[in-house]
């Protein structure tokens, strides 16, 4: 059987926070065409990953906003790694206490569906230092965020070389750039010469 791949996925700003001080969701930038992507992904067969925040804040949506989309969703097969969690209420969810990157490998040697990370930046970061990530995918949204930047994109994650292997526009203004880490180094200018 061969390993199920890994694609991390993650919202941004231009300037690569993952949120504002004040920002609404999707940075206020909602479309049709960012719609239908949401949509169309989580009707892929997967096993989504999540930390504890994303599932406790997915969890907390007002039952009045919990449609078909949120329903499917909750019944996929999810993981979400914690500490402190006891249990999680969703059909298809476990909690694992365990070592992140350590589940990770095993659940890509045995599961029969894709993984997708689903926010989460602290599961996406320990991932790529992990050197498990097949393709990370950048929605990134045309703002600056600034000073009331929240949650820096990927700080704290160790240099890899990237290949870019695909690119797409949602609405006419957000980008979607799709990167597979080469496991090549990083070229770096020679110091002495500088």
Do not use: C
């Not at 096993?47 to 919990?66: C, F, I, K, N, Q």
């Not at 790694?81 to 999680?88: H, Q, V």
């Amino acid at each position: 059987m061969e390993a199920a791949t890994l694609t991390a996925d993650l919202f941004v700003s231009a300037d690569g926070w993952a949120r504002g001080e004040r920002s609404p969701g999707y940075f206020g930038y909602f479309g049709p065409d960012l719609q239908r992507w949401i949509e169309d992904e989580s009707a892929r067969p997967q096993h989504v990953l999540m930390g504890r925040r994303t599932y406790e804040a997915l969890d907390s949506v007002p039952e009045e906003a919990r449609d078909e989309g949120y329903a499917r969703m909750t019944r996929l097969p999810v993981t979400v790694f914690s500490r402190t969690l006891p249990s999680a209420a969703w059909p298809g969810a476990t909690v694992e206490s365990g070592d992140l990157a350590e589940s990770v490998r095993g659940l890509k040697a045995t599961a029969e569906t894709p993984l997708r990370t689903m926010g989460s930046l602290s599961v996406v970061r320990q991932l790529l230092n992990a050197g498990l990530v097949d393709r990370l995918r950048l929605m990134v949204f045309p703002l600056l965020v600034g000073p009331g930047g929240r949650e820096a994109m990927l700080e704290g994650v160790e240099e890899a070389e990237l290949d870019l292997v695909d690119q797409r526009v949602l609405d006419d203004r957000i980008l979607l750039i799709e990167y597979a880490p080469t496991g090549r180094p990083v070229p770096h200018s020679d110091a002495e010469g500088s």
